[in-house]
């Protein structure tokens, strides 16, 4: 069977069973979805031997690439070993014992329990109950109002598409109540005639305004990414943090970060909050946990917050099957060291992370379709706009966005499309030739674009 024989039978049979995320069925079942079917370091291939450089860390998650034999390894012992068992009726296990002992090691100190789940989504669904716990415990049960910001997002699940603040995906379930937003900090979208500086303060004062219209004594929490991933790798200006948790303490609210794509040294900390210099109760982690190697993720409390559930709660009735499995939490160990050992976080921070935001800006700064160019680290995201100047964006940027990404994947490499803005954050074991590549040919995608829309 030939290559594109077997790709034509790999879509067929995908058609007849599956519905893809984020994707009108009908209209991939048409043109047949990319099939992918090895990786290694940054590199990606599909079913007629394409290779992808990977732009997108799979989902902002493979932050030690692809085929890293020590991760492979760390669960096959592990299988050998204990394939399997669950941290119900009065049981643990020693590698989710070793993996929190690692974990807060490298959080801050403020920081002293963990809740293991499956993934971002159910770290976040969890994030709810557990706020709401918090304040029953503390005999504020009125206190169950989370506030989060519009085009945020904080997963999939019913409880959570409520949280987050995309329409299309309320709408699809249902909005449920007790959850609130705020506007994004998005500056060169809403905040022209606006410095920045004006404009982030303005955009945190709205958490203010909005927690005095619900009143204080029924929100419990504010919840957000410290930079808005799915919504379009969006930074806040630089005082946007500081004022946003002055609000919070002063309303005795709970400030909780979602740290999924942020956390485990994305922008060169080890979590986004420490970029921004804010510090959250709550810290909310998945992806970067193992690499995206084997699904995990967990929801971290501070002293204050584990303390009160574990003194005076009682039963925290909440759990599930696979939280805190021996194998992911094996996978997790050996991530984690590698990400501590052999110094990528600070690779991040002082070489390659620099070294691309240096050269994306080279690039784009006067680029004519580019307003903005935005990031930190190895995350960053340039803004399509008709006039820089005057903060205008295209009226059709979406489709553009969206035009640019297909162009992208022609030209060999992942790049995502939000809005009108071009998100990217390779792996934290990047090279400085493979973030030439990706820079390189992101133009390439840009300028095609330019050309086969005519805007240029």
């Known amino acids: 069977m030939t290559a594109s024989v077997n790709t034509k039978a790999y879509q067929s049979l995908d058609a007849a069973h599956h519905i893809h995320a984020f994707l009108d069925q009908k209209q991939l079942n048409a043109e047949g979805p990319r099939v992918i079917t090895r990786g290694e370091g940054l590199n990606l291939w599909d079913s007629d031997g394409k290779r992808y450089l990977d732009g997108m860390s799979g989902l902002w998650c493979t932050y030690l690439g692809y085929g890293r034999k020590d991760l492979n390894q760390a669960a096959f012992k592990q299988m050998e070993e204990l394939v399997y068992y669950n941290l119900f009726f009065h049981t643990t296990h020693p590698r989710v014992i070793e993996l929190s002992e690692l974990l807060f090691g490298i959080l801050p100190s403020k920081y002293s329990h963990a809740i293991y789940t499956n993934s971002g989504s159910e770290s976040n669904e969890l994030l709810i109950r557990t706020v709401r716990r918090y304040w029953q415990i503390q005999g504020k049960p009125e206190k169950k109002i989370l506030i ?10 019913l409880g959570t598409a409520a949280l987050g603040g995309m329409d299309f995906m309320q709408a699809m379930g249902g909005m449920l109540p007790d959850f609130a937003h705020i506007g994004e900090p998005y500056w ?3 905040g022209a005639g606006l410095s ?16 005095l219209e619900l009143g204080a004594d029924k929100v419990a929490a504010f919840v957000a990414e410290p930079f ?13 943090w500081a004022e946003i948790q002055r609000i919070c303490r002063k309303y005795d609210v709970l400030l909780c970060a979602d740290e999924v794509i942020s956390g485990f040294g994305r922008t060169g900390e080890w979590f986004g909050h420490q970029h921004f210099g804010f510090e959250p109760d709550t810290l909310s982690i998945a992806k970067g946990l193992t690499s995206g190697y084997i699904p995990m993720g967990g929801l971290i409390l501070s002293h204050k917050m584990g303390e009160t559930l574990v003194e005076k709660g009682g039963v925290f009735a909440h759990g599930s099957t696979y939280g805190g499995h021996p194998v992911a939490a094996a996978v997790a160990i050996a991530n984690i060291k590698a990400l501590r050992d052999e110094g990528w976080v600070d690779r991040v921070k002082n070489d390659t992370g620099p070294y691309l935001q240096k050269l994306l800006r080279e690039t784009f700064d006067n680029h004519p379709l580019i307003g903005q160019v935005q990031g930190h680290g190895l995350v960053a995201a340039i803004q399509f706009a008709q006039d820089k100047a005057t903060q205008k964006r295209f009226a059709n940027e979406n489709d553009i966005a969206w035009h640019c990404r297909s162009v992208g994947f022609e030209e060999g490499v992942i790049i995502r499309s939000t809005l009108g803005r071009m998100i990217m954050a390779p792996a934290l074991v990047a090279t400085h030739s493979e973030l030439d590549e990706l820079v390189e040919k992101t133009k390439r995608a840009v300028d095609r674009t330019g050309r086969e829309l005519k805007l240029l």
Do not use: V
């Not at 989060?148 to 699940?157: A, E, I, K, L, V």
């Open 148 to 157: 989060g910001r519009w085009n945020g997002y904080h997963g999939s699940t």
């Open 188 to 190: 060169f979208a809403q």
């Open 196 to 211: 920045e500086q004006d404009f982030g303060l303005k955009a945190a004062q709205e958490l203010e305004i909005k927690i």
């Open 228 to 240: 808005q991933g799915a919504g379009g790798m969006i930074f806040p200006p630089a005082n946007y």
